[in-house]
């Protein structure tokens, strides 16, 4: 999996157990405090997602789905053969990350390695987010992948994206690395509307 900042052979877990993973978009409606899905939802979540032991992990997980949403790399229910087919023409260290099938795993990260494209379970367990079968957590998703693109051994390099980042994006992404992040936001003279959209997404990918 990784040891030292990088993602090693031994460790490579595949994806491949059949698909039965509805789309993020509904967690995100489903998810909410209070909603009662209906009996053909609740089937279909018993399938595939753990149940919410509580408040906190629903929070933190419906806001990695939404975030998930505005990030450009997150490619939904997409299929492992389909994940490697895409990634294995992409540059080295291009990743995406997607639904898993994995029971009881809400999301995989799919990459370009030496090796060839593999894919890694992204297990969530104590309101943190790690690799599995890694000890090193974080406390979201995407703290995991900034520590991984930063490491020395660049296992992680570029986002394999559905689309082109817009300029707004590229700037807010510029504006982060500058800044190391959300913390900093709220002390930029710049408007609410301005912080609001750079708070959408408050990370360096």
């Not at 018993?46 to 906190?56: G, I, K, V």
Request: hydrophobic content about 35%; charged content about 20%.
């Amino acid at each position: 999996m990784v040891a030292n900042g990088a993602v090693t052979d031994q460790d490579k877990l595949r994806d491949q157990q059949p698909q039965d993973t509805p789309q993020s978009s509904q967690l995100q409606n489903w998810a909410t405090a209070g909603a009662k899905p209906t009996s053909a939802a609740i089937s279909l979540y018993r399938t595939h997602f753990p149940t919410f032991s509580c408040q906190e992990d629903c929070n933190i997980i419906t806001d990695t789905a939404s975030k998930l949403e505005r990030c450009g790399f997150y490619w939904g229910p997409l299929g492992v053969e389909d994940a490697h087919r895409m990634l294995r023409d992409a540059p080295l260290g291009s990743y995406l990350i997607r639904d898993s099938r994995q029971k009881d795993v809400f999301f995989t990260l799919s990459y370009h390695a030496k090796g060839g494209p593999v894919s890694v379970r992204l297990t969530y367990s104590r309101q943190k987010f790690s690799l599995a079968g890694n000890e090193r957590s974080f406390p979201t998703l995407f703290a995991l992948l900034e520590y991984y693109v930063s490491s020395p051994k660049k296992s992680l390099s570029v986002p394999y994206r559905k689309w082109q980042p817009t300029l707004q994006e590229l700037c807010r992404k510029r504006i982060m690395s500058i800044t190391g992040g959300g913390s900093q936001i709220s002390d930029l003279p710049i408007t609410r509307v301005a912080q609001g959209f750079l708070l959408e997404f408050p990370y360096k990918l």
